[in-house]
């Protein structure tokens, strides 16, 4: 059996909708929200501020650090609290496919705190967690050259598939699942942020890293939007 | 309106529009990038979201949001954070932290006297002299009335690319409070201003007026709207007062 309809009944190019806000957490520097359907990430900056111990400082650009976590109740079984191997990797990840955009050569001896925090996931949490730091950079006034969108594409079987789901990443019939997260600029159209998890011929890939960038389009759109309409 | 009247009447040329990072300002070959925007090839591209404001050929951004960017001649409130051998460390809300040298005081200060100056903890009011890469020099050796300990009185915290609005054109924003509530008020442009007066009346009804304008920024005639609101808001007091 191919896979022919995807489970929530979404075109195969469709993402789930998308929604976000800024200002979501009043003591921070800059936040926002972002969700993708029923996965939600909150991001909340703190900074620029002198970083401390001394040691650590560098004297020609700021610094850079990103926390990325799972609540234990955003997923069905209880999700083990503190820092785990995936959330290091999600959160190294994350400060990866910033850094290119954030102006760190103008903060010396700084540095900016990202916290993301994911209340509910149903997959694709480091792409809402990345769109969500995006904005929440912007909304705390750090110079930026550009805006990140991130979204997840993938192959269910042989079908290109945009913004999997918990079940789609767990398919096992066919060809089984691919899962590709990708995060593009949004003057530059450059990639910041590439992974894969599974098996994809080139040709596939290509067609699904352009399902990934008209995504993204859109995504940047929401993202304009909602900053455009601070006040 | 030609850029000269714009920069007459700042705010009166309807809604400026919001930027975000990374948006075209400009196309025009000729313009200047000012603060907080870049040049990308032809275009100037914003680096920070904000209001674009053009003066001539410069476009910069104005920003709306984010830490106090320090600026030479800003008179800031600050919490004494250290004392170090020839000077005070300052925290003014800034990316650095201040510094206030004991040459920057008035007076001879023995090393032993230091902290029954300024203690830690202590706030103070200083004017920022001098504003390098990484650090912010202090003093207190200016004729501004109002510069040293803050002893009485109450702060209150804004976002600090409000104060402008707070203080209005040419004070006439924050000389209207201060009638009203017959208070002393320092605006510190880090986004602390420190209110004193007779009794914790007037000073809870300054915070009050502060917040209103805070609240209302955006709108048109802020000065008479607020004008209306200190009338109402007096009586009301007043009655309160006689209540009690």
């Known amino acids: 059996m191919t896979y022919k309809e995807r489970f929530d009944k979404r075109d195969f190019k469709e993402m789930r909708p998308i929604d976000a806000k800024i200002g979501v957490v009043p003591n921070a520097d800059g936040s926002a929200m972002f969700s993708f359907g029923d996965t939600i990430a909150l991001a909340s900056v703190y900074g620029p501020k002198t970083l401390t111990p001394k040691h650590m400082q560098n004297p020609e650009k700021g610094i850079l650090r990103v926390h990325y976590t799972m609540l234990s109740f955003s997923v069905g079984e209880r999700a083990k609290p503190g820092a785990s191997r995936r959330s290091q990797e999600i959160s190294k990840v994350t400060e990866w496919a910033l850094s290119p955009v954030v102006r760190l050569d103008e903060l010396p001896g700084t540095v900016i705190d990202i916290h993301i925090v994911i209340p509910q996931a149903n997959a694709g949490t480091r792409c809402a967690g990345i769109n969500a730091a995006a904005m929440a950079l912007a909304h705390a006034g750090i110079p930026m050259t550009e805006m990140i969108s991130a979204v997840s594409v993938g192959k269910i079987d042989d079908k290109i598939c945009v913004d999997l789901i918990k079940e789609e990443e767990d398919y096992e019939e066919g060809e089984g699942a691919t899962d590709m997260p990708v995060a593009y600029l949004s003057n530059s159209g450059k990639l910041t942020l590439l992974q894969l998890d599974g098996r994809i011929s080139t040709e596939k890939f290509e067609e699904a890293l352009e399902a990934g960038k008209d995504a993204c389009k859109k995504i940047f759109e929401l993202q304009k939007k909602v900053l455009k309409e601070y006040k | ?244």
């Open chain 2, 1 to 244: 309106m030609t850029p000269k009247e714009k920069q007459e009447n700042p705010g009166k040329e309807g809604k400026r529009e919001v930027v975000i990072p990374g948006e075209i300002i400009s196309e025009d070959e000729n313009d200047l990038p000012g603060e907080w925007t870049v040049k990308s090839g032809k275009n100037i591209v914003a680096t920070r979201l904000g209001v674009v404001e053009k003066i001539d050929r410069l476009v910069k951004v104005i920003p709306l949001s984010g830490v106090y960017i320090p600026r030479r001649g800003n008179i800031v409130i600050g919490e004494v954070k250290d004392i170090t051998m020839n000077g005070w460390l300052v925290d003014i809300g800034a990316p650095y932290t201040a510094f206030l040298p004991l040459r920057e005081c008035h007076g001879f200060i023995e090393e032993s006297e230091m902290e029954n100056v300024y203690g830690i903890g202590d706030l103070i009011v200083a004017k920022i002299i001098d504003v390098r890469r990484t650090s912010i020099d202090l003093t207190m050796k200016q004729k501004e009335k109002g510069l040293g300990k803050i002893r009485e009185g109450l702060i209150v915290k804004v976002n600090p690319h409000r104060v402008p609005r707070i203080i209005g054109k040419e004070g006439s924003m924050i000389r209207l409070i201060k009638e009203a509530s017959k208070c002393v008020i320092i605006v510190g442009q880090n986004g602390l201003i420190w209110i004193r007066g007779e009794n914790l009346e007037n000073q809870l009804f300054a915070r009050k007026a502060i917040e209103f304008v805070i609240e209302n920024t955006i709108a048109e005639g802020l000065t008479e709207k607020v004008e209306e609101w200190l009338k109402e808001n007096k009586l009301k007091l007043k009655e309160e007062v006689k209540e009690n």
